[in-house]
């Protein structure tokens, strides 16, 4: 049995003062306001559900301020994802390895208790499945296992080039699956999670997008799921979203939502070019909308359309994504500010009054749990311990009243006012450190100059 004690706590009502929590196999077990602090709690000053990290491409870690430089003509999405195919074609599985480890600590030192990994690369280069068909997976569970982080592991069926069945080619041919071969991968993960994993762990399906998979091998691989999430890419790209209009006969929101039975347990990663009429259809549909915001800004992606979609009573929560930066108060900060630049408005994500930093940050934890099957996102009796504490004698908030200070975590300050980050109960950070930080950081550096030589 853990003891905490917050001298503020954000319960589902509002904020309370001298919060006595207790936990117990990963879950908070008693919740007491106005309590006394005991000798062998851990005293933080406060104390709120820790978000869910709900998309992250792991690797792509490494790449990042590579792709910075203008070349020649404009810079786009598809000349980024270029140097990431090359960039694949030199990761070994050690490197996997060691990159995952650093961005699930870097994760969970922003505040971060879990992640939804969606998985793409899985063979060796050229395509050759490794002898144990889920190496790369493995790769990730030892990463989550040495962090500690809350894993959804997301393997990502991916088995076109493009919208219309475009064959695979370079870079793409390592993360190729057909619908019976994933079936495999998707039974070796599952049964490794349930090995190697505490039993918060998830295993989730992901059809990367609509370009890379086909209709009919749509359906089967929903027939896989087994009440797991599903996590897709839908309309990150206006070239996307013309491609797939010119192959389907619809936009890619649309079509999915008329035809794969779209509920709460999806969720719609960087649905940012839609119709009023999808925003609202999407909102509707009680799936979450993945949000990336400092990966769709650094890709040149666009805005999403936030007022529209909460005021339609939408789900959303955020992801790093490419993880070219990892910060949690800064993904909230950019999704509501690409919402003022371009309305020229501002408290733009919050659905009639209020603060719009509680609204984001209380917003992205319940959807990010939804998004990743995980019974968390809340301060409540049975809900998973994923707590996050914050410092609030910090020059940023130190001003602030209670009711105020997620504005001032999300406009005013950074990640370094992040004390205590707990995963299902696992107390990962302290003092703002992961406890084992310099392990971490030395086999990445050690990964990347091994990388950069063979680049
Ligand atoms: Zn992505």
Same mark, same amino acid.
């Given at each position: 049995?853990?003891? /905490?004690?917050?001298? $503020?706590?954000?319960?589902? =009502?509002?904020?309370?003062?001298? !919060?006595?929590? &207790?936990?117990?196999?990963?879950?908070?077990?008693?919740?007491?306001?106005?309590?006394?602090?005991?000798?062998?709690?851990?005293?933080?000053?406060?104390?709120?559900?820790?978000?869910?990290?709900?998309?992250? $491409?792991?690797? =792509?870690?490494?790449?990042? +301020?590579?792709?910075?430089?203008?070349?020649?003509?404009?810079?786009? *999405?598809?000349?980024?994802?270029?140097?990431?195919?090359?960039?694949?074609?030199?990761?070994?599985?050690?490197?996997?390895? %060691?990159?995952?480890?650093?961005? *699930?600590?870097?994760?969970?030192?922003?505040?971060?208790?879990?992640?939804?990994?969606?998985?793409?690369?899985?063979?060796?280069?050229? +395509?050759?499945?490794?002898?144990?068909?889920?190496?790369?997976?493995?790769?990730?569970? @030892? %990463?989550?296992?040495?962090?500690?982080?809350?894993?959804?592991?997301?393997?990502? !069926?991916?088995?076109?080039?493009?919208?219309?069945?475009?064959?695979?080619?370079?870079?793409?041919?390592? *993360?190729?699956?057909?619908?019976?071969?994933?079936?495999?991968?998707?039974?070796?993960?599952?049964?490794?999670? &349930?090995?190697?994993?505490? #039993?918060?762990?998830?295993?989730?399906?992901?059809? $990367? #997008?609509?370009?890379?998979?086909?209709?009919?091998?749509?359906?089967?691989?929903?027939?896989?799921?087994?009440?797991?999430?599903?996590?897709?890419?839908?309309?990150?790209?206006?070239?996307?979203?013309?491609? /797939?209009?010119?192959?389907?006969?619809?936009?890619?929101?649309?079509?999915?939502?008329?035809?794969?039975?779209?509920?709460?347990?999806?969720?719609?990663?960087?649905?940012?070019?839609?119709?009023?009429?999808?925003?609202?259809?999407?909102?509707?549909?009680?799936?979450?909308?993945?949000?990336?915001?400092?990966?769709?800004?650094?890709?040149?992606?666009?805005?999403?359309?936030?007022?529209?979609?909460?005021?339609?009573?939408? $789900? *959303?929560?955020?992801?790093?994504?490419?993880?070219?930066?990892?910060?949690?108060?800064?993904?909230?900060?950019?999704?509501?500010? #690409?919402?003022?630049?371009?309305?020229?408005?501002?408290?733009?994500?919050?659905?009639?009054?209020?603060?719009?930093?509680?609204?984001?940050? !209380?917003?992205?934890?319940?959807?990010?749990?939804?998004?990743?099957?995980?019974?968390?996102?809340?301060?409540?009796? +049975?809900?998973?311990?994923?707590?996050?504490?914050?410092?609030?004698?910090?020059? #940023?908030?130190?001003?602030?009243?209670?009711? =105020?200070?997620?504005?001032?975590?999300?406009?005013?300050?950074?990640?370094?006012?992040?004390?205590?980050?707990?995963?299902?109960?696992?107390?990962?950070?302290?003092?703002?450190?992961?406890?084992?930080?310099?392990?971490? /950081? @030395?086999?990445?550096?050690?990964?990347? @100059?091994?990388?950069?030589?063979?680049?």
């Amino acid at each position: 049995m853990q003891s /905490i004690f917050a001298h $503020h706590a954000r319960l589902p =009502q509002g904020w309370v003062i001298d !919060l006595r929590l &207790t936990v117990a196999d990963g879950r908070i077990v008693t919740l007491e306001p106005g309590a006394f602090a005991q000798p062998q709690d851990h005293c933080v000053m406060a104390l709120v559900p820790a978000l869910a990290n709900l998309h992250s $491409h792991s690797f =792509q870690r490494a790449m990042a +301020g590579m792709t910075e430089t203008r070349v020649s003509g404009k810079e786009s *999405f598809w000349s980024w994802r270029k140097l990431m195919y090359q960039f694949v074609d030199h990761l070994t599985p050690e490197h996997y390895e %060691a990159i995952a480890g650093l961005v *699930f600590m870097e994760m969970l030192e922003a505040g971060y208790a879990s992640v939804g990994e969606f998985h793409y690369v899985h063979h060796q280069p050229g +395509g050759r499945p490794y002898a144990a068909l889920g190496e790369l997976s493995n790769r990730v569970f @030892a %990463a989550a296992d040495l962090t500690g982080i809350g894993l959804t592991h997301l393997p990502v !069926l991916y088995s076109y080039g493009g919208a219309g069945q475009v064959p695979l080619s370079g870079g793409q041919q390592r *993360f190729g699956n057909d619908v019976a071969r994933y079936a495999d991968l998707l039974s070796d993960c599952r049964s490794m999670v &349930t090995k190697s994993l505490p #039993s918060d762990a998830r295993v989730g399906i992901a059809p $990367h #997008s609509l370009r890379a998979t086909a209709p009919q091998d749509l359906k089967e691989v929903l027939s896989l799921r087994s009440g797991a999430p599903v996590h897709i890419h839908i309309a990150e790209q206006p070239q996307e979203v013309t491609d /797939i209009s010119t192959w389907l006969g619809a936009r890619p929101v649309e079509w999915l939502l008329e035809n794969c039975g779209v509920g709460a347990d999806w969720c719609l990663i960087h649905a940012t070019h839609m119709t009023a009429q999808e925003t609202r259809d999407l909102a509707q549909s009680g799936a979450v909308a993945g949000l990336c915001p400092i990966t769709e800004g650094n890709l040149g992606d666009g805005p999403f359309n936030g007022a529209a979609f909460l005021s339609h009573g939408g $789900h *959303f929560g955020v992801g790093s994504d490419s993880n070219v930066r990892i910060s949690l108060s800064e993904e909230l900060r950019m999704l509501e500010y #690409s919402q003022r630049l371009r309305d020229l408005a501002r408290n733009v994500m919050v659905p009639q009054e209020g603060s719009v930093g509680t609204t984001l940050y !209380l917003g992205a934890a319940e959807g990010g749990a939804q998004a990743l099957g995980r019974e968390a996102g809340r301060l409540e009796v +049975g809900a998973l311990a994923d707590l996050m504490a914050f410092d609030t004698t910090h020059v #940023s908030l130190c001003a602030l009243r209670p009711d =105020q200070f997620l504005d001032g975590l999300c406009f005013a300050s950074d990640d370094s006012v992040v004390s205590d980050v707990w995963s299902a109960g696992r107390h990962v950070v302290s003092g703002g450190r992961h406890a084992k930080r310099d392990q971490i /950081i @030395a086999a990445y550096a050690s990964a990347v @100059a091994a990388l950069l030589d063979a680049l």
